[in-house]
């Protein structure tokens, strides 16, 4: 058996490599732990029931299952998704049937290799750290109690049930779906070989629109990729794409909660674009308002559109947890992190692939015009915004040094633009005049150091992220 050092609990639970740390034996440690955990707390309002789901990477199912028999065996009504599953409908489950919290075997966006114990809070989001360190506290502190799955399921402590219809009839009513039905949009939809595959054409069956589904079918390697919604990983739908055109591309990641998009030719869109566009599709057509949550590494043209808007801006450190708390203080529009977490009023306190896909749907069906087009008039309107961001390798133990070097050695300009402001939260982020940026913030778990930057063109943005690079050799 691994160490139990060997399990540290990162944004919302644990993620490890399969067969090496994630074996049958840890997962029950972790669900021993997380029993012990809920078991102890006293939460209003909330039932004895906890939801688990899974992905569809190697053994996730088998996983999950073990998951529902050592909560079954510790007492706890357990409802188990039939079927691979979006991770924010284990998170919707967990809201609208009261429980106590949930478990998503998943580890979204990473390489194959990886599988990951997420945790839900009982507010149908991610849990935060302080949950996090207390699950792990609890590691090894009680001997695992498990029920026999047949046993389990005899007895009605362990439901299986696919939990996608109550999600989809959800989603369904944040969006103008009749408007929508009516488009005739013709959609293409590459879930990457993740839980996306289907969702789209379930949700649009009926319809007028048209949905063809590309690299659906279930891969646990993910056809060779990291499942990430990122133009490298379009090749195979841009091939397609070129040669049969269609309105929209909506990408999904592993676990389908992160969306990017291409337009009906295979030309990719970055997450911050797709950002923009619902953001400006909020306000202009559907008339809403309220705070708008962004990440740090968040495009800049964000913080101009809320300027033009008079909407009150606030900015987070990296990560959805981050933007999930501001979500259950109420009075928030949307929330949005770089990677492609979109999290909508009206919702849970979670980012929702499938969801932005609809809302991309619905911008389109009321706007009646290419993407290009809406591309083309925010960059009229808001000015040029090009991002780019490169992950380098870079030894953990060495990356403490590194930022602080870069607090007290903040470089005088980024290309003429004198720097004026230095964000140090999360990471370092230094700030031109001209609007430009440059960041440097690693990664929670690998030894990798992530460098983001955005300027007026790309060259300039390449070169900020090459000034960038060269910091780090000032501490290697």
């Given amino acids: 058996m691994s160490s139990i050092a060997s399990i540290k609990f990162g944004t ?75 991770t924010q409908a284990v998170s919707f489950a967990v809201k609208s049937h009261r429980a106590i919290g949930g478990v998503m075997i998943t580890a979204s966006h990473n390489p194959p290799a990886f599988n990951g114990f997420k945790l839900k809070a009982w507010y149908g989001g991610s849990a935060d750290p302080s949950i996090c360190q207390a699950v792990e506290a609890l590691l090894d502190k009680s001997p695992i109690k498990t029920v026999n799955l047949a046993d389990g399921i005899r007895a009605k402590k362990i439901r299986v049930r696919d939990l996608r219809p109550e999600y989809f009839k959800a989603i369904k009513k944040l969006v103008d779906f009749e408007l929508i039905a ?6 293409a939809h590459d879930p990457l070989f993740g839980v996306g595959a289907g969702c789209f054409e379930e949700l649009l069956a009926g319809t007028t629109c048209r949905v063809t589904t590309l690299n659906g079918n279930h891969d646990p390697n993910f056809g060779g990729i990291n499942p990430e919604p990122v133009a490298v990983n379009y090749a195979r739908s841009q091939a397609y794409l070129s040669k049969n055109p269609h309105d929209l591309c909506v990408v999904t990641d592993g676990d389908a909660d992160r969306v990017g998009a291409m337009d009906g030719r295979g030309v990719a869109l970055s997450t911050h674009q797709v950002i923009c566009l619902l953001l400006q599709h909020y306000v202009k057509n559907r008339g809403s308002s309220g ?10 043209m964000v913080d101009k559109m809320c300027v033009h808007y008079g909407l009150p801006m606030v900015e987070t450190g990296v990560g959805f947890k981050y933007i999930c708390t501001e979500m259950l203080k109420g009075d928030v529009m949307l929330g949005f992190e770089e990677s492609g977490g979109i999290g909508f009023t009206g919702h849970i306190p979670e980012r929702d692939g499938i969801l932005s896909g609809l809302m991309l749907l619905e911008l389109l069906a009321f706007e009646r015009k290419p993407l290009n087009k809406l591309l083309k ?6 000015g ?7 992950d380098t ?32 939260h999360d990471g370092v982020k230094f700030i031109a005049e001209d609007g430009s940026w440059l960041m440097l913030r690693g990664s929670g778990t690998e030894p990798i150091l992530r460098i983001y930057a955005e300027a007026r063109t790309d060259e300039d943005a390449s070169l900020i992220l090459r000034a960038g690079l060269a910091l780090t050799k000032k501490v290697k």
């Fill in 291 to 300: 705070r708008v949550i962004k990440a740090l590494t968040t495009t800049s």
């Fill in 377 to 382: 008039g925010l960059t009229k309107q808001f």
């Fill in 393 to 424: 390798q870079f030894p953990i133990e060495k990356r403490a040094a590194l930022m602080e070097f870069c607090k007290k050695n903040p470089p005088a300009k980024l290309l003429k633009s004198r720097v004026s402001d230095i964000k140090t």
């Fill in 12 to 86: 919302d639970g644990w993620r490890a490599i399969i067969a090496e740390e994630f074996t049958f034996a840890n997962v029950a440690r972790v669900a021993q732990a997380t029993a012990d955990y809920w078991n102890s707390l006293r939460i209003p309002r909330t039932v004895n029931t906890v939801i688990v789901g899974f992905d569809r990477r190697f053994l996730s199912d088998q996983f999950a299952q073990l998951t529902a028999q050592v909560l079954a065996g510790n007492g706890f009504n357990v409802v188990l998704t039939s079927v691979p599953s979006p």
């Fill in 384 to 390: 040029s915004f090009c991002y780019s961001r490169i």
């Fill in 182 to 187: 009516d488009s005739g949009i013709k959609l």
